[in-house]
């Protein structure tokens, strides 16, 4: 029989995650119990040597009784990891291919879901105002980190990544120059405020909450990466719900329809890039 | 049971050092390999083409909640983590970079060491740093067998050292015999690991 103590580590350590896990779901309502779970064991052992805390059954114990210490972990759960145009291939097939489509509307609902500190949200807003469709545009951008929603609606970066972004810009197919979208002041900027016109910055949860209306276009990047299969197809259903016929789904270019249960109802726009288009229904 | 992964991390010079290991190993090698490649975070895919050009064993980079199956090896996708989850399903990941590095040698071992304990190989190659070595230790303490580059063969020789460093490795191989020693210990022990139970 095997004994050792790194397999049974191992498995009590899996045990106490399930019980925090669950106590921060009973108490809170926050569920993360779906979540990968390589990925969580990773954020919450981080924490732990960080914290004074010596095991995860104290961590548990801690955060039944201390909200601040929720807060700390809710910030380690949600990577916050984003850039503005990332990906910018990405822009630069949604506006081939998706773009020429959204301007036979009148109106155009988009849903940024995880938006984190906004800076895609941003990206969109500029591309669809470059394009001339912003005007008629509702963008709402949720998450559930609600800290990353207050950074994402002061739309204030630091002026070290500009860089980064203004080649991101560049190459995902902007139309000036990425000078225009901001002002620089110390070592921060400030974007353009009519950039902010047409957003609803909102606290969505992915996880408990569902449809708030009938999107013509999702974008939804590297959340999903984070959740276990299960949850991932529990989200994809709660898109193709809240997506009109012809409307387009965006996920991170790791990210993808294709192990889950809803491939068949959507076309595939860009396999790459993975931009999709729900399937018109009968 | 018999070993059910390789995990292999490498950096400077490593492109060099995969090909040598892998273009040994046959079509139908029985256990998937997931290789953590430090990388350029704008590269595309050309490590894995090349690499799946020249060798016999299919290589590609690694998608999100694939299952992980023999006779493929699995790249990082670059500026991702590699992690796997315990039911044999690859995860990604793009949380901060680890040892300034993401991918990060580290959080692949230690997260392959949680899904597959004992029967795990894990390989440190090449490298000017210490990352991997944290995850070797770790795949040691769950009883994974440990390879190690001879520091000698390496073009970088900082990482194999550290590793040796870190925890008491089971083989200090030169560069162009892990392919083979690889191939003998798949061949001897996979589906007849004894000797723990």
């Not at chain 1, 980190?145 to 990544?161: F, M, R, S």
């Not at chain 1, 901001?182 to 606290?203: E, P, Q």
């Not at chain 2, 870190?166 to 798949?186: C, F, M, R, S, W």
Request: include cysteine.
């Amino acid at each position: 029989m095997i004994h050792d103590r790194c397999l049974n580590n191992l498995e009590n350590e899996d045990l106490e995650i399930r019980f925090l896990l669950e106590a921060i779901f009973l108490k809170y309502g926050y569920d993360f119990r779906d979540y990968s779970k390589a990925h969580m064991k990773r954020r919450i052992m981080h924490r732990l040597s960080l914290s004074e805390l010596n095991s995860i059954s104290q961590m548990q114990h801690q955060v039944l009784y201390d909200r601040v210490f929720l807060e700390t972990l809710l910030n380690d759960f949600s990577i916050n990891v984003t850039e503005m145009f990332r990906d910018p291939p990405f822009y630069k097939t949604f506006r081939q291919e998706v773009v020429p489509v959204l301007k036979t509307y009148p109106f155009i609902k988009v849903w940024h879901a995880g938006c984190s500190s906004g800076e895609e949200v941003y990206s969109m807003a500029i591309l669809l105002k470059e394009e001339g469709l912003y005007e008629r545009t509702q963008i709402y951008a949720t998450d559930f980190n609600v800290e990353v929603l207050e950074k994402a609606q002061q739309a204030i970066y630091p002026i070290d990544d500009i860089k980064d972004y203004t080649y991101n810009y560049q190459k995902s197919g902007g139309l000036t120059s990425f000078a225009d979208y901001y002002i620089a002041r110390y070592d921060s900027v400030i974007l353009d405020h009519t950039l902010k016109k047409k957003i609803i910055f909102a606290d969505h949860n992915l996880v408990t909450d569902g449809v708030f209306g009938e999107m013509h276009v999702i974008i939804c990047r590297n959340v999903l990466i984070y959740f276990n299969k299960e949850l991932q197809n529990k989200v994809f259903k709660l898109f193709y719900e809240s997506l009109r016929n012809g409307g387009f789904l965006g996920v991170g270019t790791k990210e993808s329809l294709r192990f889950s249960d809803y491939m068949e109802k959507f076309d595939t726009i860009s396999e790459n890039l993975k931009i999709y288009q729900k399937k018109f229904e009968a | 049971m018999g070993y059910r992964a390789i995990v292999i991390g490498s950096s400077t010079g490593g492109m060099e050092a995969l090909r040598i290991i892998l273009e040994v190993l046959p079509k139908d090698f029985p256990v998937p390999i997931l290789v953590a490649q430090h990388i350029s975070s704008h590269s595309d895919n050309y490590l894995a083409k090349f690499l799946d050009n020249v060798c016999k064993v299919s290589v590609k980079e690694a998608e999100e909640k694939e299952k992980a199956s023999p006779g493929q090896v699995y790249l990082a996708p670059p500026n991702y983590h590699l992690l796997v989850e315990q039911d044999g399903l690859i995860s990604l990941s793009v949380e901060a970079r680890v040892s300034y590095a993401r991918p990060s040698i580290d959080v692949l071992f230690e997260s392959a060491a949680e899904a597959y304990n004992r029967d795990l190989i894990g390989i440190v190659l090449t490298g000017a740093n210490s990352d991997g070595s944290r995850g070797l230790k770790k795949i040691k303490e769950c009883h994974g067998l440990t390879i190690v580059q001879d520091p000698n063969t390496a073009l970088a020789e900082a990482m194999p050292r550290a590793a040796i460093g870190a925890t008491k490795v089971d083989y200090i191989t030169p560069l162009t015999e892990i392919g083979q020693l690889l191939n003998k210990i798949i061949k001897g022990k996979s589906g007849d690991k004894s000797g723990y139970e």
